[in-house]
């Protein structure tokens, strides 16, 4: 197949999910393979990381065709850890949680595109799982172990993002008139707080009115926008109720391409293992 031969099994399972039974994958589009193109001739891109890489992609895209970027952000995280002849050697449940706010690292290079009603960025909650190889070859930093595959799970939800004040209602309902990156990040952004600031500024929906401190201090540029943030809640949660049939990948089937055979169990709610 064209153009697949770096995806993860994450990106295959997220595609094989967004394409439904009327689209078509690896699709030819001004002078770009794009991931799906739907009957209706919408675009949909699938993108686990490093959105910036997409910029001048979307250039060309988005001047004709109405472009759908998925991107999953990872609810709970299981990673599973194999030794060098593939015998698992522990399984865990990372005690971090992805959240709405690790988008905006991702839109450092394509901020200028947030605009553009043809765009939706579309954000996948889920349960992902990690396979990692302990064979020396890694980093020094992760003690030889290598990242290998990255798996999905389960579906909880998602949340579509469109158009740059989608972004401003992302800001937390208890800031204050001018605020900072330190209130951000206290607010529950963690330090997703700089990036969002940026991206914010760059788009001219804050701007930047002098120092707090050591910190430089921003407000809300459109008028009587501060008010309404009060009644944003609903637009920071994703919907359970998805619009299709919810997901639930089984782990312990066997996929074509798939290098560790997943053996971890099901997240619950109230599941708060952390170690193997």
């Not at 697949?4 to 009327?22: D, F, G, I, R, V």
């Not at 995280?77 to 593939?86: C, G, Q, V």
């Not at 396979?131 to 909880?156: C, P």
Request: glycine share 6%; charged share 25%; aromatic share 8%.
């Amino acid at each position: 197949m064209i153009n697949t031969w770096n995806e993860s099994l994450l990106h295959e399972e997220l595609k094989e999910y967004y394409c439904a039974e009327s689209g078509r994958t690896e699709v030819p589009v001004e002078g770009s393979i794009c991931d799906i193109v739907l009957q209706d001739r919408s675009i949909v891109e699938i993108q686990t990381q490093n959105i910036s890489a997409l910029s001048s992609k979307l250039d060309k895209l988005l001047v004709h065709h109405r472009v759908r970027l998925v991107y999953p952000v990872p609810v709970n995280l299981y990673i599973e850890t194999y030794n060098a002849d593939r015998t698992l050697k522990s399984r865990r449940k990372s005690p971090k949680h992805g959240t709405v706010y690790q988008i905006f690292p991702e839109l450092t290079k394509v901020w200028h595109h947030l605009e553009n009603e043809n765009l939706t960025i579309t954000l996948v909650y889920s349960d992902i799982l990690q396979v990692r190889i302990a064979d020396g070859t890694g980093s020094w930093r992760r003690k030889g172990i290598r990242l290998d595959d990255r798996k999905l799970i389960r579906i909880h939800g998602e949340q579509n993002l469109c158009g740059s004040n989608d972004y401003l209602k992302l800001l937390p309902d208890s800031l204050p008139e001018i605020f900072t990156t330190a209130d951000l990040k206290q607010l529950g952004v963690g330090s997703h707080a700089g990036y969002m600031a940026w991206v914010l500024n760059k788009c001219e929906l804050v701007e930047l009115v002098g120092k707090k401190g050591r910190f430089n201090a921003y407000r809300i540029k459109s008028p009587g926008t501060f008010e309404a943030l009060a009644t944003n809640n609903a637009c920071r949660a994703y919907s359970i109720g998805h619009p299709k049939k919810s997901l639930e990948v089984s782990t312990n089937q066997p996929r074509a391409g798939i290098r560790a055979r997943s053996i971890v169990p099901f997240p619950s709610s109230d599941s708060n293992e952390t170690e193997p």
